[in-house]
């Protein structure tokens, strides 16, 4: 019996980030290979200034020099320190429906609390779901990176960070 031997190309998914600064924004350029035709291309992301100023503020005000935080404990401070605007994220009618059929269904999963919904879906937001790429990505991913290549922090991935600066404000 003969054996065929395939030949197969590993795939990598992406190869580096590239970090620009503007004066409003943050530019990171991803570079990302193609699984059929193995091209890479660059995929930028346009990372407004301010939600890394949000991050390191939070970062720098709750977190231990050299102390490792995890993607959840910085979840919950952006949404307890209400860094994000959940409303310009997830479109206000979306919001209403979701929160209304809860309160109509009986579900005494939030209290009724306008807050505690919100924050239910920030969270699953972050962790995945259809609104993971309007929320995880801008609001911490993105500008975790930012923060990392200015010397901020160190990232591990999955969300999770050491801080390693006593810088007060972005640079």
Same mark, same amino acid.
């Given at each position: 019996?003969? %054996?065929?031997? $395939?030949?197969?190309?590993?795939?990598?998914?992406?190869? @580096?980030?590239?970090?620009?600064? %503007?004066?409003?924004?943050?530019?990171?350029? @991803?570079?990302?290979?193609?699984? %059929?035709?193995?091209?890479?291309?660059?995929?930028?992301?346009?990372?407004?200034?301010?939600?890394?100023?949000?991050?390191?503020?939070?970062?720098?005000?709750? #977190?231990?020099?050299? @102390?490792?935080?995890?993607?959840?404990?910085?979840?919950?401070?952006?949404? @307890?320190?209400?860094?994000?605007? $959940?409303?310009? $994220?997830i479109p206000e009618y979306k919001i209403l429906d979701m929160y209304f059929k809860d309160e109509l269904l009986g579900s005494k999963k939030f209290q009724?609390?306008?807050?505690?919904?919100?924050?239910?879906?920030?969270m699953e937001a972050f962790g995945g779901g259809k609104f993971r790429k309007a929320v995880y990505f801008i609001h911490l991913y993105y500008p975790l990176? #930012?923060?990392?290549?200015?010397?901020?922090?160190?990232?591990?991935?999955?969300?999770? #960070?050491?801080?390693?600066?006593?810088?007060?404000?972005?640079?």
């Amino acid at each position: 019996m003969s %054996e065929e031997v $395939i030949d197969v190309q590993p795939w990598k998914g992406k190869d @580096e980030i590239v970090i620009s600064e %503007e004066k409003d924004t943050y530019i990171v350029v @991803e570079h990302r290979k193609n699984k %059929e035709n193995l091209e890479v291309k660059p995929i930028q992301h346009i990372i407004p200034k301010q939600n890394v100023i949000n991050l390191w503020n939070i970062i720098r005000e709750n #977190c231990e020099l050299r @102390e490792q935080y995890g993607y959840r404990y910085l979840v919950r401070k952006l949404i @307890e320190q209400g860094k994000m605007d $959940i409303g310009k $994220i997830i479109p206000e009618y979306k919001i209403l429906d979701m929160y209304f059929k809860d309160e109509l269904l009986g579900s005494k999963k939030f209290q009724n609390t306008w807050y505690e919904f919100v924050s239910k879906i920030s969270m699953e937001a972050f962790g995945g779901g259809k609104f993971r790429k309007a929320v995880y990505f801008i609001h911490l991913y993105y500008p975790l990176k #930012c923060l990392e290549h200015k010397g901020y922090v160190v990232f591990f991935g999955r969300g999770g #960070c050491m801080r390693i600066s006593d810088e007060v404000n972005v640079r």
